[in-house]
């Protein structure tokens, strides 16, 4: 799992957590209430940081987040593809499960 993360930048992560937080409507607040009712409770500091590209979760806080943004895709998130913006961005059931 290793080699996946480093295809992956910590900005381009953070753009993509970002993305999805946005497309979900949820505040940072509304991401740290969801990750404390998993056990696992991600500051909003922490999660802003994540966004901005500061620093890159390790694969529990990924795991986390994405049961936090209703199933979000890990692949996808991870993925290294060139077009993964605009593909994921045009067809957000790729990476976020309909309810």
Same mark, same amino acid.
């Given at each position: 799992m290793?080699?996946v !993360?480093?295809k992956v930048?910590?900005e381009? /992560?953070g753009r993509? &957590? +970002?993305m999805?937080?946005a %497309? /979900?409507? !949820? #505040? !940072?607040e509304?991401?740290?209430?969801?990750s *404390? *009712? &998993? =056990?696992?409770r991600?500051?909003?500091s #922490? @999660?802003?940081g %994540?966004?901005?590209g500061h620093?890159f979760?390790p !694969?529990?806080? @990924?795991t #986390? /987040?994405c049961r936090? %943004?209703?199933g *979000?895709d890990? =692949?996808a998130l @991870? +993925?290294?593809?060139?077009?993964?913006f605009s593909?994921?961005? +045009?067809?957000?059931? /790729? &990476?976020?499960p309909a *309810?």
């Amino acid at each position: 799992m290793v080699q996946v !993360l480093e295809k992956v930048t910590k900005e381009e /992560l953070g753009r993509r &957590l +970002s993305m999805i937080r946005a %497309y /979900l409507e !949820l #505040t !940072l607040e509304d991401v740290e209430s969801r990750s *404390a *009712a &998993l =056990g696992d409770r991600i500051p909003t500091s #922490t @999660l802003s940081g %994540y966004e901005r590209g500061h620093r890159f979760p390790p !694969l529990e806080r @990924l795991t #986390t /987040l994405c049961r936090c %943004y209703d199933g *979000a895709d890990m =692949g996808a998130l @991870l +993925s290294s593809e060139p077009d993964w913006f605009s593909r994921v961005w +045009s067809n957000p059931e /790729l &990476l976020v499960p309909a *309810a």
